[in-house]
């Protein structure tokens, strides 16, 4: 089977971190390069986490910093969920991993113009390194296979009644993704919220006893203390990870191809993904939207790709 080229944009972030284990490591993925936005933490923070996951995983690919706030407002972080450092909770040594040179949006666009294949964007942050990209150089949207993203939701949000956090922090990067004309696949809270991270997935995970299984038991640990504090839960939905699990078991999903459209309008639901999942518009579908996930069968995926790691 051909590996599957990724360059995943992210701003670790907890779930993002076991997303990043999950792709760095996988037979069928070519992971090219991660690109780093603020968002759960400020650039700073996240950048930080992503060298500490990838050197302490054995994940060797460029780590570029881009974006440090969105295109338009201000910087909205999760320090309320993620913590002060952005990846609270393992104590990682100190990083002697250095950052691609390039900025990552450079970064994008050099690795996308020099493909000889289409290659598959992951975003599991805020939309703004993808969406400046694409503004600064349209030739890279023939060289695209498709946009995966965590963000979003049919339903309701998590940061407003209305709108989930990676859309909400930069909306117009959204806008533009979701208007680029390209296969773009959402997976929102509505099905992110069925794999929650309880105790009991934490211990069973645990039990694998390897560098990544220590890893993912100590950072749910401190992630679900903190969705407990904000939201009641017992375990922390893992976001992030499901746009992994859909590139490499797309069946563990169901999709509905929709009208999606970002609400750009700063009222009440602004960051909303409208989905006209009941085609009431009438206009172009131009999103693949995640409406449901076999959680039991998700969960046996995290397994095996952490025990795909040695130590």
Request: hydrophobic share 40%; with cysteine.
């Amino acid at each position: 089977m051909k590996k599957r080229k990724l360059i995943l944009d992210c701003d670790p972030g907890h779930d993002d971190a076991i997303a990043i284990m999950l792709a760095g490591n996988h037979p069928d993925l070519e992971l090219l390069g991660l690109t780093i936005e603020a968002g759960n933490q400020t650039l700073e923070k996240t950048g930080r986490n992503a060298l500490n996951v990838c050197q302490y995983l054995g994940i060797d690919v460029p780590v570029a910093l881009g974006a440090s706030r969105p295109l338009v407002r201000d910087l909205q972080i999760a320090e309320d969920i993620h913590g002060e450092s952005g990846l609270d909770g393992f104590d990682f040594p100190e990083p002697q991993k250095t950052f691609e040179a390039r900025h990552a949006v450079n970064f994008i666009i050099d690795t996308l113009l020099k493909s000889e294949e289409r290659v598959t964007l992951v975003t599991t942050g805020p939309m703004t390194n993808v969406a400046l990209a694409m503004r600064l150089e349209p030739r890279i949207l023939e060289k695209i296979e498709e946009v995966v993203l965590m963000g979003g939701s049919y339903g309701y949000g998590n940061v407003s009644p209305a709108a989930e956090f990676n859309i909400l922090v930069d909306p117009e990067a959204a806008h533009i993704v979701f208007t680029s004309g390209l296969k773009v696949s959402m997976m929102g809270l509505d099905v992110t919220r069925k794999v929650l991270a309880l105790p009991k997935v934490v211990e069973r995970m645990e039990k694998i006893d390897n560098k990544a299984s220590r890893l993912f038991a100590d950072l749910m640990r401190a992630f679900n203390e903190n969705q407990r504090k904000v939201f009641g839960l017992q375990g922390g939905p893992l976001h992030d990870p499901v746009t992994i699990a859909y590139l490499l078991e797309p069946d563990l999903l169901t999709m509905q191809h929709v009208h999606c459209e970002i609400d750009l309008s700063h009222g009440i639901s602004h960051g909303r993904t409208n989905c006209d999942v009941f085609d009431y518009l009438k206009r172009k579908r131009n999103a693949y939207v995640a409406v449901d996930i076999d959680a039991a069968r998700f969960w046996d995926f995290i397994e095996r790709g952490l025990r795909r790691y040695n130590g």
